[in-house]
Nanobody, 124 residues
């Protein structure tokens, strides 16, 4: 069983930054893709960013390109999401997920483990 736990969410003003962390525990798969998704109130869950094993491949949603950066530390079983230049529309619950795909996919159906989520609220 793999357990994922997000942290680092909070309230921030527009233009500010936050760094989300995702810790994996239990039976971890070193060679796995990790990703961040988010879900805003009344909206469907959407892909934000993903990173392949070893960090060689990354993928971003168009809405966050140039502002968000995903990274990972496999020695610590950690994945991070650095979010800069935050906008009100970035407000959502952010989820960490794990997939066995080689490259990060943007479909949540390809991810088999999920964290509980962390709230990010961006105020104007």
């Amino acid at each position: 069983q793999v357990r994922l736990a997000e942290s680092g969410g909070g309230l921030v003003q527009a233009g500010g930054s936050l760094r989300l962390s995702c810790a994996a525990s239990g039976r971890t798969f070193s060679k796995s893709t990790r990703a961040w998704f988010r879900q805003a109130p009344g909206k469907e869950r959407e892909f934000v960013a993903g990173i392949s094993w070893g960090g060689a491949g990354t993928r971003y949603a168009d809405s966050v390109k140039g502002r968000f950066t995903i990274s990972r530390d496999d020695a610590k079983n950690m994945v991070y999401l650095q979010m800069n230049s935050l906008k009100r529309e970035d407000t959502a619950v952010y989820y960490c997920a794990r997939s066995s795909t080689i490259l990060p996919a943007d479909s949540g159906r390809l991810y088999d483990y999920w964290g509980q989520g962390t709230q990010v609220t961006v105020s104007s």
